[in-house]
């Protein structure tokens, strides 16, 4: 019950979070002009070419979900703002139960309870988590599927060494949120790799006739997946297509050449003089990457300009070096136990390295958008996101095996103290910031 009752209080802290920044946070306040697509979408019910407008060129689950919602809302006499705001609260919602799985995928991996409400309590108030939900864009769905799909693949691959028994509805389940993920956001198509997994592991083990099904499945998922891409390839020409190859939007923007981009400097000296995005450090991939997932960097919530904002970028930056290098100490300090043989057994961990590959993609993912557009805003760690629950999953089942209940309960107080000063920040600055954006506010159709 007491077990429960630390859960519930977790996650009910980070809806807080959330709300707190929903609540200041206006619906047309976001990197990308996700609006234009949603309201296409609502007034034709069709695809729209992926040249029809910035973001017309993303797959369509977030869009077509969001033109109901919307719908929907006007159905209720609700406002032109309020609609939008309903259709800005998907995400948050969104966000809270992919706390609640995250225990749940934590529990499945008999993570102990104390190491659990550390990992939780750091997704809860995690910067770039906060942040992302707040706004209307399709970065946040995915991060929704991306964990049901790995959630799939656990239960499905539990049920297999505990059992020997293959699960249908729990493949049926990694088929079908794979998808999902994969028309959401292109990036998804990733997920496909554990339903391929999951059947190269059983595959063995089936009479032909569930080979036959398995098999068709997979297909099937791999069909749907890319059927969207297949459709813009035949308007466009281009596989994988972007919005930067019809629009020129990014021209001028910094680095603007892969020979300028820095993709092995981290400059946290510069980055504490100047939290925000400055030349000094708007070149370098790994501070980029850091310092989207530890602050507002890019200041769409909170402006240099506000009182107490730079030392509010230097305090979340020193949470986050914090947190990379009680990462990376739990990295040596279990590198150092293991024998060959424990390698060697990690090595053939069937779930450990399906997720580890899946991992590895989703890190390589602003890598490879970087080469393809070297521009500061394909340095974006929203593209790693949807693989934060993998990571702190696989930190929590391989790494922090030893028990300190002073240091467990420790961090779990310094974690929530930052939440509540993170977003204090930006629940008070943020009105003041709206008029002095990285950005424009979008206007709302």
């Known amino acids: 019950m007491r077990n429960t009752i630390f859960v519930f209080g977790i996650i009910c802290f980070g809806l807080v979070l959330r709300l707190a920044i ?12 996700h609006l234009e697509p949603i309201m296409i979408y609502k007034n034709s019910m069709n695809i729209p070419l992926p040249n029809q407008c910035w973001e017309c060129y993303q797959p ?24 939008w705001r309903l259709v800005q609260l998907v995400n948050p919602l969104i966000s809270v139960f992919v706390l609640f799985l995250f225990y749940r995928i934590l529990l499945q991996l008999e993570v102990s309870l104390q190491k659990s409400l550390v990992l939780l309590s750091f997704l809860a108030v995690l910067p770039i988590d906060l942040l992302t939900c707040s706004m209307i864009g399709n970065d946040y769905l995915l991060v929704l599927f991306s964990v049901l799909t790995f959630y799939s693949f656990l239960r499905f691959h539990n049920q297999i060494i505990q059992s020997g028994h293959v699960g249908r509805l729990n493949f049926f389940l990694l088929c079908f949120f794979s998808v999902l993920g994969a028309l959401t956001k292109q990036h998804g198509l990733l997920l496909i790799i554990f339903p391929g997994a999951a059947l190269l592991l059983m595959f063995k083990d089936l009479s032909w006739r569930g080979r036959l099904l398995f098999s068709t499945m997979v297909l099937m998922a791999i069909i749907s997946s890319l059927s969207n891409e297949i459709m813009k390839f035949r308007a466009t020409g281009k596989f994988l297509v972007s919005n930067q190859d019809f629009y020129n939007y990014t021209e001028g923007q910094f680095p603007g050449a892969i020979s300028r981009v820095e993709f092995f400097t981290f400059r946290f000296y510069n980055l504490m003089k100047a939290p925000f995005m400055s030349e000094q450090t708007s070149a ?11 602050f507002d ?3 769409r919530f909170t402006s240099p300009h506000a009182n107490g904002a730079i030392i509010a970028g230097q305090v979340a930056y020193v949470f986050g070096a914090f947190w990379v290098l009680y990462f990376v100490i739990l990295l040596i300090i279990r590198c150092r136990g293991f024998t060959r043989n424990s390698l060697q057994l990690l090595r053939f961990n069937s779930f450990f390295t ?5 991992l590895i ?12 557009f070297p521009y500061f805003s394909s340095m974006k760690a929203t593209f790693f996101l949807p693989g934060v629950v993998l990571f702190l999953a696989l930190i929590g089942k391989y790494l922090m095996k030893t028990t ?7 961090l779990i107080v310094i974690n929530l103290s930052f939440g509540i000063y993170f977003v204090l920040i930006i629940y008070e600055k943020l009105p003041f910031s709206l008029s002095q954006l990285s950005g424009p506010l979008w206007s709302i159709p």
């Open 361 to 372: 993609f989703f890190a390589l993912v602003p890598f490879v958008q970087t080469l393809r």
């Open 22 to 33: 929903f609540c200041v946070s206006p619906p047309n306040n976001s990197f990308d002009d």
């Open 60 to 83: 369509p689950v977030y869009y077509g979900l969001c033109a109901i919602v919307l719908s929907g809302a006007e159905a209720l006499d609700q406002s032109k703002f309020n609609s």
């Open 354 to 358: 399906v997720s580890a590959i899946v």
């Open 297 to 299: 960097y890019e200041w």
């Open 284 to 294: 370098s991939f790994i501070t980029e990457i850091f310092a989207r997932i530890f």
């Open 404 to 410: 300190n209940k002073t240091m467990d309960y420790s």
